[in-house]
């Protein structure tokens, strides 16, 4: 078994672990609101283009960039990718359905490709990934590799690493680098965090590393 592969199955491991809660079961069946600059649509192929500032929400779920593709397949499940403005990254966030008095629970991540797979529930964050969870408005796991997966249903993610610089540049990503995460124990008031909820600054701090 390779070292990334390991990798990934640990951090799955982990992430079970922490307890974390399950999605906002509605967010999937509510319609997606958008605003932006410009939209191109066409109706023949049930395909969409925004640009410009462009800000999607789906129930609880918020994602921002400069450029989102939306289509729907033909069983009318809908799909999206956002693209950031260059050297910007675009922003996905969403809120966790936590048990009665429970503290607030919310996932948000990063990407300079964020995709949206209405059918499978699943987000892709890809290159500079990153994935964080804030429980009280505190964080509670930030996760970072060049691809990020991570399904709202089953609360399972995978993280590939970023190319090593040696690396030729028609290798895929993931293929070299590592995987950097910090997962904070089940049942553990998270360790007071500077950065509010919907920061978009990385944490410095690192509690596990993996190839």
Known sequence: ???????CLLLTALAGATGLAHAERADRDKPMNIESDALRH?????TSVFTGNVVMTKGTIVLRGEQLDVRQDAEGYQ?????????QRAYF???RDTAPGAPEEVIEGEGEIIEYNGKTDDVKFIRR??????????LSDDIMGSVI???????VFTVDGAKRSNE???APAGSGGRVRAILAPKNTTPAPSSAPAQTLQPSDALKLQGN
Do not use: F
């Not at 799909?79 to 050297?87: E, T």
């Open 1 to 7: 078994m390779n070292s990334k592969l390991i990798t």
């Open 42 to 46: 066409d109706d023949l192929t049930q």
């Open 79 to 87: 799909h999206g990718v956002v693209k950031a403005a260059p050297g």
């Open 93 to 95: 966030r969403q809120k």
């Open 129 to 138: 990934g990153q994935l964080r969870r804030y429980t009280g408005g505190q």
């Open 149 to 155: 997966t991570y399904n709202n249903l089953t609360d």
């Open 168 to 170: 030729p540049s028609s």
